[in-house]
């Protein structure tokens, strides 16, 4: 039985038939596993497993109870999933049926993304696989964000079903733009200016768009909050409550992790994906995420511009001004002046609060 161990997360892969021969060999592997790593997240990839018998389903049984969460079991194949639902173990588990697995040619990637990359996927669709170590939920979050977002008139890639890649999962979208703003902007500066005032247009629009099927991002901050609890001084607590109080409730749509990688550049016509973090509230929370990535992140990471998005500091910052004035264009200067404040006094507290969350 092949065991996954990575990023909090141990998964197993059993092979076969788990049935009265080998229940008690498979339990053993099993718990060996989780007393090792005693607080990691523990799943299930059936890919491989042709039958499961009572035996083994008691093994699941007690290895929920142990854990006492209602474990996630994936690529279930439709004969297991049939015992499953005999069984009512598909109210007691999290389960989801075999996927269908395809092959990507690694000359065909055309586009990176902070979590994976993008590979052209016959003559109509690409797909979108996901790095190693990606949990199905936050794949199946991605996707229906990207539906979710698409109805609402959100200018995304449309996606189809979920897939694996080997041990990867994948989306599988329409076939669109080869190439993200980063990429563009690296391979052509001079379109650097034109681009980033189209940003601001896009930005424009899709902050306009009014949707009420995307949590309030504010939740998400709040959440985060708890998480860091007493680790976070009390007076961060104090000035991150203070200003989320203080932003206007909106039902705006907001992606929540916005940057150059993300953005699609197909002919005239910009797109987004990464949408796993699409909620609604106020334009600040992309304006932050946007002025991050381009101007704060590197002051504290050298080189984080050309190592993430392949463009120079100097053309981050250019990217920044220009798109920044052309987004305010028609605020007073007192509006302006209070944003740019706001931005920069928002990114130091969010950084201190991640700090924790992360570690």
Known sequence: MHVYVRDGLLKFFPQGKIDSENADNVESEIFEEISRYPDYEVAFDFRDLSYISSAGLRILLR????????????????????????????????????????????????????????????????????????SLNEVTKERDSARTAMIAGVPTLIPFDIVTVGENYGIIYESAGNTTLAETIKKDPGRLPSLAKKFAAFMNEIHEIRT???????????????????????????????????????????????????????GDELMLMDMSGAAHGHPIFDLQALYASLVEMEKGRPMYCSSVFKMSYENCLQFWDIFFDEYMKGRTEQEIGKTELLLQKYYVLKQKLLMLIEN
């Open 212 to 266: 009420e099927e995307f949590p309030d991002i504010k939740d998400r901050y709040r959440e985060w909050l708890s998480i860091a609890g007493d680790r976070l001084p009390e007076i961060d607590r104090r000035n991150i409550s203070v200003l989320l109080d203080g932003i206007p409730d909106s039902k705006g749509f907001i992606h929540g992790n916005i940057n150059p990688s993300n953005i699609i550049v197909d």
């Open 63 to 134: 290895v929920r109870k142990r854990k006492k969460v209602n474990l996630e079991i994936v690529n279930v194949s439709d004969d297991v999933y049939d015992v499953f639902e005999m069984t009512k173990f598909t109210d007691a588990f999290k389960i989801s049926r075999k996927m269908r697995a395809i092959q990507v040619e690694q000359q065909k990637l055309v586009i990176r993304s902070l979590n994976g990359g993008i590979y052209l996927h016959g003559d109509d669709n690409m797909v979108k696989v996901f790095k190693k170590g990606v």
